[in-house]
């Protein structure tokens, strides 16, 4: 059934598997008149793609991506974009062994569940390369919205046990796990190396910020904003939590604590994590996700065949030993996509 | 704008504020010919309502439930069921001293800021109150799913800073903190007490498991069951995070850790809290909430009034110290409302 | 299944049968800090109910609406707008003879087929008292697009085999035929009085005029303003078709007559009725519907009972002979509630 | 803003411009484990075409369809089929005329309106060949139809002013007209002939009937199956009306004419056209609708520039002189479009 649709007015609609031709997207309800070119979708998919460090998977994704249509002269029409990667290096053999077979920590089992047929080739639609489609559509609204001042960063706040002072967020490009701190970064980075050369992976923190929101977006009561920022973000692969602002630190603390209070150039703190009532305060919007570590490990695990026999199972194949890096810029898309679907509301709003 | 509805084939729409004249809700979707009563609903109701301790509000809201409409012979017929409470015991006039001022931790300056317009009295559209058109769709989605043995429980996990074992789920409704300790739900108490003669209030952490749920529901990509589940619940008013299975602790697990072995019988564990891929396994699904404390609380606080002017405000009034008991039934119908539309969108996937 | 909304941004949902407790609407989406009281919505009702003349039925459905929500101080919040009219003079015993039997051209045939089930008094839910709560939907919609300048009229062109000239759209309101021409509307009321003497009932055509609408509503490709309002219009029980401009004429013309030459001031024109690729152009958009006979009539017609056993079945009760007057504001709010909804896409697209 | 998307349980996404790299269609909701093949979508696409005949244009658009995703091993896995044609024989140089102008009957004039800019090349999004991506989808829902017994045939019933009887429904592929009547498809392409040779075009009327639907589908009460099949097929460019069963003819009926009787067998006559109360008789459904002569016409028309200026304008190209043989795909596309939702539908409902 149709799960693959997210936005209200501004709507993303994504396509593809892992080995199939082409994974993609289709961005329905783009503002008229915006100058878009595929190098700034491309931007975006190249911090996404697999390959860029020691610490994440050598598959060659090319990730180039076409711009099919909504597009004339430089210019978004307000028609469709349609935007499509090819695959390209598959190696489709390497997932023989679990034609029959269910990984632990993948979706294998629960899509034979659902569907009664799976491909089965790199997870096929359960593949994280499914995310190109969203940072590709998520490349279109961040540009909507640096035009309004609005910003949104994320980053790694924890990994393998490692925790990040949040002290830079200028240097978050500048080291592999995409941390707000150098020298953790570091740390990081070699205890991850270290877990992957016994095959197995780490998880961890990442934490989003989104500054330049006007106070005001976010539509009461079942499309608040954190609802619909949480929903976004936990259909994401390997989230597995959401927090906002104090997040659940909150339940230990009292009223008199928690409430933020309210001064004439806006608040005093921000416990709140910039919405109030689903609704935007104006201030930062600020979030957390739990990433579970990578469930692909050579170390071997037990499962079951396809018939419920017990089998020993561990996935060879080239896979990220910490998912985190590469789900930065996915939590930043989906971000953005519900914000500017937010700002198009709003601007429903009032007419 | 247009956050009112939720739900795909399985549609609630809810309506109303706290000091208008009512608040209710329309159910579309609901399968023709199940045995349903107003009863059936008002005990789900009187779940949530005020009232029942000494740690609720002692406001009387009578909180009874007419239905309108889509019931023929004591059965559904397939129609909407529109449900509605008349409001009562409204003593508005309590909330003069608002009509200009914002309270801390309150949706009062995001509203005025969103809509330019807001109904002050008693958080107006804002209001807890508003989630007993929630319960009410609820109820009847937790009765067609008792027919399939799905179960949902909710319980309040932490309080005030007291933790539960998850001892024993048949006592949560005999505390009146619907916790599933009775020793620890003792101390909690004390402790509310405590914090509400101080004028303060107190936050908690809820835990949900849903039992009997088959493999197979969800719908990835989008609308993964973590996702519409997660989105569902933070749509609650005073929830600011929301975690599955190991959830948070995730992040410093290893892949060897987390990944729950797959065994001829099920799982070995449950780090996955019961959906893999946006799909249910089979297995218990298990999610834990932050519930942020009562934001109206009698100590004063620092805010503004509509002008910018800084003020002192307390409010007064009648409020629960500790949210966390009339969550439950909430997070409840929440849950039902999500797995009856998933049950639904499954049913049509093979045609 | 959930079949009972209407709307993207501005959205209508209605609920309730013929013989329950209540019909009603809930309309999201609402300009907020619009002045709105219960007589705007009555002066809508009151055309559509019964008892208006001599040709329509004398049933006494007392129509009152009461807000129930969405409304602060005589102002919209931009909350939900919850209406309710309760249901009276149900003379429910006279529909015994139908618990078993169905009616030709009743939809009480297909409703048993699809929900094995069905509201049998009064038609139920397939009522055409369920347009109440559309009335009372578009009555806001009218409002709100009044202040923008837009004006719908919708009358009586055609009925028990005669026509009328588009004379003057001030007489509309004059006639108990709602004709646009007061002497034809005296011959139909005399041809109708005559089937009706016989036991039997007449059809018609109903025109709608929408003045005043900018250039530049309407969303390609699906939900072009012709195909929207066409859904919205058909949706109504007894309409058989629509026609847009020179509608189903246009078959037999040559493109150089159908083409509306662009002029300076506009249209030469307007054979396409105002809209062109789905998007209005300026001009006044103009659409027929062929309105069928009343199913139910006192002449003694062929059926059978629900175990397919033939009988005999008349249908004694209060009927209107022809619906064409009462299916006007029903026309007219269906076109608003469309109409306000394009207006409210447009104002998100160059956000 | 968001139009490009019909449907809610089987969900249709077009996108492209007739001058772009490619048109193309994401089908969502698709039946897990259903053999496909792009042939299966070629065969219908090759009957939308240009240059099938003396009377379509010579464009020469090849038309050729690849799947990007939602196969495996020849069968359908339950994920988005994703489907693209790309675009040759593009002559774009040749609307450089209209870069600055308005062509009378075309979209040019509104997407100006209602956008600010506009890609002028073959008419762009409101090109005909955005169809392609409905026949496309139309074809995974026939064959996902005819599997049910479910077979749909649209054919011409007049166009340059002749008619056809409804003769033989197995010649409608026989004669370049896709009339059902060999003789007066004969008359009506020389008819065409004759008007193309003046540089006119003609309009006409087609038919569409559609078998083996069972009794109850449809959703009351918006989402009625004529108000359904009626949005759809008004979203076809050209449409200018739609009638079902007697249609039209129905408002200068009696009722006890109108009436269908109901027999054991089913009904004695069928002026409905297979649909009372929105839902499905269980008998053939039939429509028909009003076409339009092509707007695209080398006679020349007074039009204006985009800065209001008088202008005549001729539409030389390479087009349809009566575009009925070539909407027949498209109106069976949509009507299997919609079907197939409805069948999804429904099998939620006992759910």
Redesign the interface.
Same mark, same amino acid.
């Given at each position: 059934?149709?799960?693959?649709?997210?936005?209200?007015?501004?709507?993303v609609?994504?396509?593809?598997?892992s080995h199939? +031709?082409?994974?993609?997207v !289709?961005v329905?309800?783009v503002?008229?008149?915006l100058e878009l070119s595929e190098s700034d979708i491309q931007v975006q998919l190249d911090r996404r793609k697999p390959g860029q460090s020691s610490i994440t998977t050598p598959r060659k994704e090319s990730d180039t991506v076409? !711009?099919?249509?909504?597009?004339?002269d430089g210019?978004t029409?307000?028609?469709?974009?349609?935007m499509?990667l090819y695959n390209t290096d598959q190696q489709s053999s390497a997932y023989d062994h679990i034609r029959h077979a269910?990984r632990?920590?993948?979706?294998d089992?629960?899509?034979q569940?659902?569907?009664?047929?799976?491909?089965y080739r790199g997870s096929?639609?359960?593949s994280g390369r499914?995310t190109a489609g969203r940072v590709a559509a998520g490349a279109v609204a961040l540009k909507l919205l640096a035009q309004r001042g609005i910003r949104i960063r994320a980053y790694t706040l924890?990994?393998g046990?490692i925790s990040c002072a949040v002290k830079d967020l200028d240097v978050i490009e500048k080291n592999p796990m995409r941390a707000c701190d150098q020298e953790a970064a570091g740390l990081m980075v070699k205890r991850i190396e270290e877990?992957q050369s016994r095959?197995?992976?780490?998880?961890?923190?990442v934490e989003c910020r989104i500054s330049g929101v006007p106070?005001?977006?976010?539509?009461?009561?079942?499309?608040?904003l954190?609802?619909?920022l949480?929903?976004?973000v936990?259909?994401i692969?390997a989230v +597995?939590?959401?927090?906002?602002?104090?997040?659940?630190?909150?339940?230990?603390?009292?009223?008199?604590?928690?409430?933020?209070?309210?001064?004439?150039a806006g608040f005093?703190t921000n416990n709140?994590?910039g !919405?109030?009532?689903?609704?935007?305060?104006?201030q930062e919007i600020i979030f957390r996700i739990?990433?579970?570590?990578?469930?692909? !490990?050579s170390?071997e695990?037990?499962?079951?065949d396809d018939q419920?026999?017990?089998i020993k199972i561990s996935t060879e194949g080239r896979h990220d030993p910490c998912i985190c890096p590469r789900i930065v810029p996915v939590v930043e898309a989906m971000s953005a996509i519900v914000l500017m679907d937010m700002?198009?509301?709003?601007?429903?709003?009032?007419?």
């Open positions: 059934m149709s799960g693959n649709t997210i936005g209200t007015v501004f709507r609609t994504t396509f593809g598997e199939g +031709r082409a994974v993609g !289709i329905d309800g503002t008229p008149g076409q !711009i099919l249509s909504g597009l004339f210019k029409t307000g028609t469709p974009l349609a499509v269910f632990p920590g993948h979706a089992i629960t899509y569940a659902k569907y009664g047929i799976r491909d096929g639609r359960a499914e924890r990994a046990g877990m095959g197995d992976s780490v998880g961890g923190i106070a005001g977006l976010g539509e009461p009561v079942f499309d608040k954190e609802a619909e949480g929903r976004a936990l259909s692969g +597995r939590g959401i927090e906002f602002g104090a997040g659940f630190a909150i339940a230990d603390m009292s009223g008199s604590e928690s409430n933020d209070p309210i001064i004439p005093a709140a994590g !919405i109030i009532g689903g609704i935007s305060t104006g739990a990433v579970k570590p990578t469930a692909s !490990i170390t695990q037990k499962s079951t419920g026999k017990p700002v198009k509301r709003q601007a429903a709003l009032p007419e």
